[in-house]
C-alpha cells in the first residue's frame, strides 16, 4: 500500500507532466481522488495545461472524480497502468461528464 506522501507526489508528478506538454488544452475542471484504502481525498485543479492546488479534501466534490487504490494511482500517475484497462478492471472508478472525459483524454495524449 502506497503512503498518502507517495500518493501526492504522484500526482505532483502527473502535473509536471502535463505542464510540459505541448497541447495544452483550454480545460478547467477541479478533479478530486478518493484513495479508497488510504480513506483520503486528494483535490486539484486543472488550470492551463497543468494540474495545481493538490491538497486534502473532506469531501468528493470535483468536476471530475476518480476513485482508485493508493497502489493503483500511483502507477496511474506514473504511466505503469493504463487508464482503460483500470477502469473496465473495476480498479479505477471515474465520474465526469462525457465532454470533460474527452478532454482529460486529450490532455493524457
Not at 16 to 22: G, K, T, V
Not at 36 to 51: A, E, N
Amino acid at each position: 500500500m502506497a503512503t498518502l506522501e507517495e500518493c501526492t507526489t504522484a500526482l505532483e508528478g502527473l502535473a509536471d507532466r502535463l505542464a510540459s506538454l505541448d497541447h495544452k488544452a483550454d480545460f478547467e475542471r477541479t478533479l478530486s481522488c478518493t484513495i479508497k484504502d488510504l480513506d483520503v481525498i486528494l483535490r486539484g485543479t486543472f488550470k492551463d495545461g497543468s494540474f495545481v492546488d493538490i491538497a486534502e479534501a473532506p469531501k468528493s466534490d470535483g468536476n471530475i472524480k476518480l476513485t482508485a487504490g493508493s497502489d493503483d494511482l500511483v502507477a496511474l500517475c506514473d504511466g505503469e497502468l493504463n487508464v482503460a484497462k483500470a477502469w473496465a478492471s473495476g480498479r479505477l472508478k471515474v465520474d465526469a461528464s462525457i465532454m470533460d472525459m474527452m478532454k482529460l483524454r486529450e490532455l493524457l495524449k
